[in-house]
């Protein structure tokens, strides 16, 4: 086969197939920050020694975090679908893979955010609690913003991390280039088209790294 007739058989099912991808990491991402980062903050106050320890919560929240942790995502995603179904319907489909990617997600951006937060000198947080600044100033004005390298570094893994997700999640038909790769290039025995995925995630894997660590490198500088 030629590369015009590759092209001419192949590009509408890469391009939806990449879209869909992004579909999924941005959506998920989106929400798995929101979910993520104040868990990260909360593990962060409520550890001992820290202005709203609780050991309680922070057990709880550990515990919690730590067995979705464990759990790989192709079973994460199957042993979920109930609660997929509930939420939103369906359980295939870019729609269909959207909870599990934040269930998975969520907790690796909360652990993402305590070590970022942790890394932050404690006499820099301490002069500012001797100026009598309340808690939560200090987290998003002094305590985020002293973190904000370490933040985009976790969140670039983060976004990785999706990635191979969604290439495992298409082994279920949520669609992306996992799903092309495995229907045609593994069930249909057309080697080209997974050679050909495999290389779209590589670049998009090493765009995304690189973006990551000049904006954290950026950032730094500031």
């Known amino acids: 086969m030629t590369l015009l007739e590759f092209y001419d058989r192949w590009n509408g099912v890469i391009w939806k197939a990449t879209i869909e991808t992004f ?23 409520t550890r001992p020694n820290k202005s709203m320890e609780n050991k309680y919560v922070y057990q709880s ?13 192709i079973i994460l995603l199957f042993a979920i679908l109930p609660f997929t179904k509930l939420i939103v319907g369906t359980s295939i489909g870019v729609k269909g893979v959207i909870v599990p990617l934040v269930v998975y997600t969520a907790p690796y951006i909360a652990r993402l955010m305590e070590s970022a937060l942790l890394e932050v000198d404690r006499g820099v947080l301490e002069a500012y609690e001797a100026m009598g600044i309340k808690t939560r100033d ?56 997974m050679y050909v995925t495999i290389v779209i995630l ?21």
């Open 23 to 45: 579909q999924m990491v941005s959506i998920s991402l989106a929400i798995a920050v929101l979910i993520g980062l104040p868990l990260g903050v909360l593990l962060v106050l």
């Open 61 to 73: 929240l550990n515990v919690v975090i730590n067995i979705v942790r464990s759990i790989p995502f």
């Open 138 to 193: 200090i987290i998003w004005h002094v305590m985020v913003r002293e973190a904000r390298p370490s933040i985009i570094l976790g969140l670039t893994i983060a976004v990785i991390g999706l990635i191979g997700a969604t290439a495992m999640a298409g082994l279920v038909g949520a669609g992306g280039l996992g799903d092309v790769a495995y229907r045609f290039g593994h069930l249909r025995y057309e080697p080209e088209i």
């Open 202 to 222: 590589i670049i998009l894997i090493q765009g995304i790294q690189s973006i990551g660590n000049r904006l954290a490198a950026k950032v730094k500088k500031d």
